[in-house]
C-alpha cells in the first residue's frame, strides 16, 4: 500500500528532495504507535485502522515534499483531525440513530489480542512482569476513555509520542497555551483516578 502510494506518477514533483526510503520508514516508525492512539481514541480496532491508513495516504500526497522534520507534527494533526471527525459523525448516529456503540462494555471482553498490551519491553520475559504490565495498560486505558477528548489527545501525543509542546499545538491545531492547560488537566485527572498505579 505504502509503495502504491508514493510510485503514484502525480507524487513525483513532490518527492523530488526526498526519497522513498525516508517516507517508508517515517511511516513504519509511526504506525504502531498511531493504530495505538486511534484505537484507544476510538475503542474499534477497524476504525482505528481506516483512519490510520487515510492519515497515511494523506500525508504521502499532501505533504511528502515537505521536509522531514515536519512530517512528525502534521502526521499527528492529521491523525488528530480524523479522530475527530469520526467523534463527530459517531456523536451525530448516537443522537439521531441511537445504537452506534462509543466506548467498549465495561467488562472488558475482548476478542482480539490488543496491540498497545503487546508491546515488548526490556522486562517483558517474565509471566509476572507481562501480567503486571497489562493490568497497567488495562487501568491506563480505562482512565484514558474518561478523559475528554482534547485532554486525551494532549495526553497521547505528549505522553505517548513524546511530542513537544510546540509540535503537539501544531498537530492539534491550537495554541502552545492551550496544550499546557489541557495537558496539566489530564495529569491532574490521571493521577486522582489512577491513585496507586500513578508514577511521578
Not at 30 to 38: D, L, M, S, T
Not at 89 to 95: A, C, E, G, L
Not at 175 to 195: C, F, M, N, P, Q
Request: glycine letters at 4%; aromatic letters at 8%; a positive charge.
Amino acid at each position: 500500500m505504502l509503495l502504491t502510494l508514493l510510485d503514484n506518477p502525480a507524487n513525483d514533483k513532490r518527492n523530488r528532495t526526498l526519497t522513498q526510503q525516508s517516507m517508508e520508514n517515517f511511516l513504519s516508525s509511526v504506525e504502531r504507535r498511531a493504530y495505538a492512539i486511534a484505537v484507544t481514541s476510538l475503542s474499534d480496532r477497524e476504525d482505528a485502522l481506516d483512519i490510520v491508513q487515510e492519515a497515511m495516504t494523506q500525508l504521502v500526497v499532501s505533504y511528502a515534499h515537505k521536509p522531514c522534520d515536519e512530517w512528525r507534527p502534521l502526521f499527528y494533526r492529521i491523525l488528530q483531525s480524523k479522530i475527530n471527525d469520526l467523534h463527530r459523525k459517531r456523536k451525530f448516529h448516537r443522537q439521531f440513530k441511537g445504537w452506534l456503540p462509543h466506548f467498549r462494555d465495561k467488562q472488558g471482553n475482548k476478542t482480539e489480542e490488543d496491540p498497545i498490551e503487546t508491546i515488548a519491553g526490556p522486562d517483558s520475559t517474565t509471566p509476572h512482569t507481562r501480567h503486571e504490565r497489562e493490568r497497567q495498560i488495562s487501568v491506563l486505558k480505562e482512565a484514558l476513555i474518561h478523559l475528554p477528548p482534547r485532554q486525551q489527545q494532549v495526553f497521547m501525543l505528549r505522553c505517548w509520542e513524546g511530542l513537544n509542546t510546540k509540535e503537539t499545538a501544531i498537530a492539534m491545531k491550537c495554541t502552545e497555551g492551550s496544550v499546557k492547560t489541557h495537558y496539566s488537566r489530564a495529569l491532574i485527572k490521571l493521577r486522582d483516578t489512577l491513585g496507586d498505579y500513578w508514577y511521578d
